[in-house]
T-cell receptor, first 117, second 114 residues
C-alpha cells in the first residue's frame, strides 16, 4: 500500500518556541492532506484539510495562526506549531490521499508526539 | 452534522475466538463510506476494512467482516479466529460525501487473551 512518512516521530520543545512537523507521501501524489490531533485515549480530531497549492481549511475552533499548514508540493505538507505551550502537547497525525473523492483512500503517517515543556 | 458512536470502550477476546465491535452513526446523507481502522501500540493507523453505503453486500477481508445495517445506521466489525496481533485500538470512521472529511468514533480497545 501507499506510504506516508511523518517526521519527527517525537519532539520535545520549550514553551514559546515553534515546531515543524513534516508529512510526506513517498510513493504517490497527495493532492489532499489532513492533519489530526489525538489526545491520550481519545479519538482523532480533524484540525485542517489542505490541498496542494491552496490555503488550508481549518476546522472550527482551530487557531490558524497557531497551527500553520503548508502544502507546497504534491508530496509534502507541513504543520508548524507556533509559540508552543504545554497545552499544545499532543499526538499529531497526518493523512494523505490522491483526492477528495468519496472513494479515494487516505493513508496515515505514523504520527508525531509533541511535548512542550 | 454526522456523528460516530462506539459504545464499547474496551473488549476482550480469547485467542482463536470471534469478537464483534459495535459502531453506530448518524447522518442524513444517502451516500458515504464507512471504515474500520486499527491503531496498534505503534500508533500507525491501518485500514482494516471499508464499506460503501450504496453496496448492500457486507465487506469482507480475510478474518475481518462487517455487518452493515444501513437503515439502523449500524456498522459492526467481526474479527474471526482472533490473533494476538489483533490487539489494538479500533476506530470506526465515516467519510462524508458532502465534505469528504473523516469523522472518527471514540475507539474500542481490543485485548486478545492467550
Amino acid at each position: 500500500g501507499a506510504v506516508v512518512s511523518q517526521h519527527p516521530s517525537w519532539v520535545i520543545c520549550k514553551s514559546g518556541t515553534s515546531v515543524k512537523i513534516e508529512c510526506r507521501s513517498l510513493d504517490f501524489q497527495a493532492t489532499t492532506m489532513f492533519w489530526y490531533r489525538q489526545f491520550p485515549k481519545q479519538s482523532l480530531m480533524l484540525m485542517a484539510t489542505s490541498n496542494e497549492g491552496s490555503k488550508a481549511t481549518y476546522e472550527q475552533g482551530v487557531e490558524k495562526d497557531k497551527f500553520l499548514i503548508n502544502h507546497a508540493s504534491l508530496t509534502l505538507s507541513t504543520l508548524t506549531v507556533t509559540s508552543a505551550h504545554p497545552e499544545d502537547s499532543s499526538f499529531y497525525i497526518c493523512s494523505a490521499s490522491t483526492g477528495t473523492g468519496l472513494g479515494t483512500e487516505a493513508f496515515f503517517g505514523q504520527g508525531t508526539r509533541l511535548t512542550v515543556v | 452534522a454526522q456523528t460516530v458512536t462506539q459504545s464499547q470502550p474496551e473488549m476482550s477476546v480469547q485467542e482463536a475466538e470471534t469478537v464483534t465491535l459495535s459502531c453506530t452513526y448518524d447522518t442524513s446523507e444517502s451516500d458515504y463510506y464507512l471504515f474500520w481502522y486499527k491503531q496498534p501500540p505503534s500508533r500507525q493507523m491501518i485500514l482494516v476494512i471499508r464499506q460503501e453505503a450504496y453496496k448492500q453486500q457486507n465487506a469482507t477481508e480475510n478474518r475481518f467482516s462487517v455487518n452493515f445495517q444501513k437503515a439502523a445506521k449500524s456498522f459492526s466489525l467481526k474479527i474471526s479466529d482472533s490473533q494476538l496481533g489483533d490487539a489494538a485500538m479500533y476506530f470506526c470512521a465515516y467519510k462524508s460525501s458532502g465534505t469528504y472529511k473523516y469523522i472518527f468514533g471514540t475507539g474500542t480497545r481490543l485485548k486478545v487473551l492467550a
